[in-house]
């Protein structure tokens, strides 16, 4: 049983920064991919970008790719998300998933731990 907390959520203008973390428990995080995914008012869940076990390979959404970067830290259990030229339409709730993949999956589907989810608001 993983345990993810995402942190880092907020209020931004367009074109800001802002940095997400997922920090995971229960068991080492290295046995996991992880992914952030996000969902928008009245849309549905989107992939956002994922990353493999011990980092060697990341993919990304179209929407998001040359925008937002994907990392981890295995010591420390914790994933992040590095946001930057920030968009309205990237307002969503955004959240951190995990599962004992061996590749990196972009279906939500491919998850079975999730986090609660931290707001993203990007003001025009």
């Known amino acids: 049983q993983v345990t993810l907390v995402e942190s880092g959520g907020g209020l931004v203008q367009a074109g800001g920064s802002l940095r997400l973390s997922c920090a995971a428990s229960g068991r080492p995080v290295n046995n996991y991919a992880m992914g952030w995914f996000r969902r928008a008012p009245g849309k549905e869940r989107e992939f956002v970008a994922a990353?493999?076990?011990?980092?060697?390979?990341?993919n990304y959404g179209d929407s998001v790719k040359g925008r937002f970067t994907i990392s981890r830290d295995n010591a420390k259990n914790t994933m992040y998300l590095q946001m930057n030229a920030l968009k309205p339409e990237d307002t969503a709730i955004y959240y951190c998933?995990?599962?004992?993949?061996?590749?990196?999956?972009?279906?939500?589907?491919?998850?079975?731990?999730w986090g609660q989810g931290t707001q993203v608001t990007v003001s025009s």
């Open positions: 990353i493999s076990r011990i980092g060697k390979s990341t």
């Open positions: 998933a995990a599962d004992n993949l061996n590749y990196v999956g972009r279906n939500s589907n491919e998850y079975d731990y």
